[in-house]
């Protein structure tokens, strides 16, 4: 079965950097685009990065735009995301989607549960 | 960056009720839009993609509709585990954009 699961959430200290990782499994990983999106505690979801389906293509929310990397492992079936200068309003939880390519429309069929990131000094 | 705003941002209402969610695109997104559904503690599930179309698996009480700038997510009979926290996205353009969400509770 299809399943996705974040790793690497902690505390961190403002201005510090992290990496997150995206496990896939029960897929042809290769064959889809991988999404981060965040979630600060008790508020909506924010979408944060994109990555295609063969690498060669990303897009980032202009709130980490700059800091924020995300990069993919085919071998590994691995997506990350590193942060860099980190600040207090990056805290959130952090899941990782696969996004289905749909002639009308695409979507976010399966997501991981989430890794919490905390930045507090 | 298109902004998406839903309301109401929450809503109290009882079992069998009818709901709508509405969700208005600050500019045209054709029907690249979907709807989500959140609990407590857990990931968002997807309910509707293409602003219309079931995802598999989902109750048939669930309904989307519109195109362009205007959606609505309608829950025909809402059930108890109906109450969550419901959320529009758009992916017509990046920045991928959801919209603020409407908390669904029991009154």
């Known amino acids: 079965q299809v399943q996705l699961v974040e790793s690497g959430g902690g505390v961190v200290q403002p201005g510090r950097s992290l990496r997150l990782s995206c496990a896939a499994s029960?897929?042809?990983?290769?064959?889809?685009?991988i999404h981060w999106v965040r979630q600060a505690p008790g508020k909506g979801l924010e979408w944060v990065a994109r990555?295609?389906?063969?690498?060669?293509?990303?897009h980032y929310a202009d709130s980490v735009k700059g800091r924020f990397t995300i990069s993919r492992d085919d071998s590994k079936n691995t997506v990350a995301l590193q942060m860099n200068s980190l600040r207090a309003d990056d805290t959130a939880f952090y899941y990782c989607?696969?996004?289905?390519?749909?002639?009308?429309?695409?979507?976010?069929?399966?997501w991981g549960p989430g890794t919490l990131v905390t930045v507090s000094s | 960056d298109i902004q998406l705003t839903q309301s109401p941002s929450f809503l109290s209402a009882s079992v069998g009720d009818r709901v709508a969610i509405t969700c208005r695109a600050s500019?045209?997104?054709?029907?690249?839009l979907a709807w989500y559904q959140q609990k407590p503690g857990k990931a968002p599930k997807v309910l509707i993609y293409a602003a219309s179309t079931l995802q598999s698996g989902v109750p048939s009480r669930f309904s989307g509709s519109g195109s362009g700038t205007e959606f609505t997510l309608t829950i025909a009979s809402l059930q108890p585990e109906d109450f969550a926290s419901y959320y529009c996205?758009?992916?017509?353009?990046?920045?991928?954009?959801f919209g603020g969400g409407t908390k669904v509770e029991i009154k």
């Open positions: 990555i295609s389906s063969d690498g060669t293509s990303q």
């Open positions: 500019q045209d997104i054709s029907s690249y």
């Open positions: 996205q758009q992916l017509h353009s990046y920045p991928l954009t």
């Open positions: 029960g897929f042809n990983f290769n064959r889809f685009g």
């Open positions: 989607a696969r996004v289905v390519l749909h002639l009308s429309g695409n979507y976010f069929d399966y």
